[in-house]
């Protein structure tokens, strides 16, 4: 958007409030160094990000730019880059530094509860944190868990030097969570490599179907198909219940131009070919005289 010279440069908004523009002033001092004053103040504002409102001109326009086109502003509007604002906006913005670069204070323990619980000995004998070894243990297992909480409560220094005691039973249940994770993470990999093995299995199961087909058996007893599979799961070390009605579904997705037939309480998979061959053998061994 560009800047309406004929409304105040800062706010560019068209009020009651009359503009006032220094090179109409009556003041005989230097007018073009209000100006001058003016954009300095704007560039030192916007190098600590503080800039009072937004402008529609930049840190590149000129003392003479703005004598050139006699820019004029509302006092109200001139006051929020004043000097007296500039200072205090510096020492906001100091302050603020100061306090973020400033260290805090690690919350110490407290020496007469357990670091785990924070609860004191009403609940059970305190024990000291007294080698090296258990404060090493203790720091890997609160790291591997990632338990924020606790890692803030040991992040102090060793565990020695800070007094920390425990509860044996609150050890014993961090040792468990710990011995939990560590079972989940190593059965990643086998879920990976049982739900392969199945894969393997159903595609070597679809690819008997499809040989046999091309053989030209087009009949498939749902019972014998069901017992295969599972047996090829058990030489891949896979040993669970089928559900024979998903093993059809899935059968009947790969072999869209299969249907299923049933009898009694039989159930097939019958190919295409295999219905063609079954009317066939009907007409031709019915008499229709």
Not at 227 to 256: C, D, G, M, W, Y
Request: overall charge positive.
């Amino acid at each position: 958007m560009e800047l309406n010279w004929s409304r105040c440069v800062i706010c560019q908004q068209d009020t009651s409030e009359p503009l006032k523009c220094p090179l109409h002033s009556r003041d005989p001092s230097d007018k073009t160094g209000v100006y001058a004053s003016f954009l300095n103040n704007v560039e030192q504002f916007s190098v600590i990000d503080a800039v009072p409102v937004e402008l529609l001109f930049g840190n590149n326009e000129t003392v003479e730019k703005f004598v050139s086109h006699s820019a004029a502003w509302h006092k109200s509007c001139y006051l929020k880059f004043s000097s007296s604002k500039l200072a205090k906006a510096k020492k906001r913005t100091h302050k603020h530094d100061t306090e973020e670069r400033r260290p805090r204070k690690r919350k110490s323990l407290e020496v007469t509860k357990c670091f785990l619980c924070e609860k004191g000995e009403e609940e059970s004998v305190l024990h000291e944190v007294s080698t090296f070894h258990t404060d090493k243990n203790i720091r890997d297992m609160i790291t591997e868990l990632n338990d924020t909480q606790l890692l803030t409560r040991i992040c102090g220094g060793d565990l020695m030097a800070m007094e920390a005691k425990y509860h044996l039973s609150c050890m014993v249940k961090l040792r468990n969570r710990h011995r939990s994770l560590i079972r989940k993470q190593s059965q990643v990999p086998d879920d990976i490599d049982s739900k392969m093995n199945e894969s393997r299995a159903f595609v070597k199961l679809t690819r008997y179907i499809e040989e046999a087909v091309t053989s030209g058996t087009h009949l498939f007893k749902l019972s014998e198909i069901h017992s295969l599979h599972v047996t090829r799961l058990e030489e891949l070390n896979i040993h669970k219940q089928v559900n024979k009605t998903r093993l059809k579904a899935r059968l009947l997705e790969k072999f869209p131009e299969a249907q299923e037939q049933s009898y009694g309480k039989n159930s097939v998979l019958v190919f295409k070919e295999g219905m063609k061959k079954i009317v066939h053998d009907a007409v031709k061994t019915r008499n229709f005289s």
